[in-house]
Every structure is written in C-alpha cells, then in structure tokens.
C-alpha cells in the first residue's frame, strides 16, 4: 500500500495562475519534506514540517508557501508560477529529523508551466 | 562547502554485466550516507544506509562500500537486471553550524541496462 501519496501526479498551470500540490501518508511521521527536482538534477529541499513547525530553507523563494493542517496532510503552494518552476515536486516524510531514520518519498508531481 | 559529486553521469551495461558507481562528498560534519534508487518518474527508495563506522552494507545484489578516511563511497551493482536502470542518487547526511541535520543529495547517476 502506497504510504506516501502525491495527487496530482501531473498538473499542468499557467504562467502567474497559481497552483496547490498535495501531499498525505499513512506513516504517521512528525515531519514532511518538500522537494523540487530539475531534469537531471538533485532533488532540492524547498521545506519541512516538524509537526506544525515550519522550516524554510533559506534560499527557497517566496513564492512558494506550504500547510500543513494535520499530520497526515501537506500542501505546497505555488503563488504565481514561473517557467522555470517546472519541475518534478518530490515529498517525503521521516520519523524524526535525525540521520538514521529513513526519508520516504512520494511519487511526485510533476509540473508543466504554460 | 559541502558537496556531493557522483560519477559516472551515466552508463549503459549489457543485461547481467557487473558495474561500480562512485559517491566523493566533502561534508563534514559528516553522520551518514544512503543510496537511493530513483525509476523514471517516480520518488526515490532506499537502498542502503551507512554510518561512519561502516565500511559495506549489501541489499540483495546491490552492496555500498564507504570510507569515510578519503569520503568516499560506491555502489556495486552484481548481475544487472533491466530493472536496474535508473537514476542512482548518492545523498549524505551532515550536521548545519546550527547543530541540526541537513541531507545533501548528489546529482545522480543514470543507469542504463541493455538486453
């Protein structure tokens, strides 16, 4: 059974219309990552949740907000998106945010911006 | 500046051929180090996880190596599978000035395996 679920698995928006990804799990994990991920490139950590604590990497911009309501679900919002936003959307969770505890990703989202 | 470098970029191997990819990281501090295996389209999973008192951990045909003298690690693939081929992310775990965990991910290595 999938434990963490992402929907959309594909989302098309356009330029400027802003945009809401979902993330749940069945995991009953403290903390929620979100990822962006660029052809070929690693996986970027935009931010995590630790319970309702949120964490903002510093160089994530401020177009980009995130929820989480309760412990199984988060969201990552796009406020106005640009070209350059189209990625793949990875979320993943872990127990706790230390190093021996596995990080479990989702599927992903993939954007397309038109 | 904490780095994780993986080579090759990409391969491509013959259907039960052996093959070795390599992880060099300069984080420090430095806590652990996994493998992930990333299919087209998909999220990473898991594949194995090391601390720095390791020196191989396998899992199934898949067996890392690490030596956390010269920071450095590999993934040795036995028997190739075509459903070997994929993206192999290398991402290391070290510890912010803040004394939090941060995981820095390599770029990958794409996996190409031909029948």
């Known amino acids: 059974d999938a434990m963490v679920i992402q929907n959309p698995r594909y989302q098309v928006t356009q330029f400027g219309k802003p945009v809401t990804l979902s993330c749940s799990q069945t995991l009953n994990h403290n903390v929620m990552y979100w990822y962006q991920q660029k052809s070929s490139q690693a996986p970027k950590l935009l931010f995590h949740?630790?319970?309702?604590?949120?964490?903002n990497e510093a160089d994530t911009p401020d177009n980009f907000q995130s929820r989480r309501p309760n412990t199984s679900f988060c969201f990552l919002d796009i406020r106005s998106p640009g070209l350059g936003d189209a990625a793949m959307y990875l979320c993943?969770?872990?127990?706790?945010?230390?190093?021996?505890?596995?990080?479990?990703f989702g599927p992903g989202t993939r954007l397309t911006v038109t | 500046k904490n780095q994780v470098e993986q080579s090759p970029q990409s391969l491509i191997i013959l259907e039960g051929k052996n093959c070795t990819l390599q992880?060099?990281?300069?984080?420090?501090?430095?806590?652990?180090l996994r493998w992930y295996k990333q299919d087209t389209g998909r999220g990473p999973v898991s594949l194995t996880i090391m601390t720095f008192s390791e020196n191989t951990k396998s899992n199934g045909r898949y067996t890392a190596t690490l030596d956390a003298d010269t920071k450095q690690s590999s993934l040795h693939i036995t028997a190739s599978q075509l459903s070997d081929s994929a993206s192999y992310i290398c991402?290391?775990?070290?510890?912010?000035?803040?004394?939090?965990?941060?995981?820095?991910f390599g770029t990958g290595t794409r996996l190409k395996v031909l029948a």
């Open positions: 992880c060099n990281y300069t984080v420090s501090p430095f806590s652990n």
């Open positions: 949740y630790y319970d309702k604590d949120f964490n």
């Open positions: 993943a969770t872990s127990r706790v945010v230390e190093p021996t505890y596995e990080q479990y």
């Open positions: 991402v290391v775990t070290g510890l912010t000035t803040s004394g939090t965990y941060k995981y820095i």
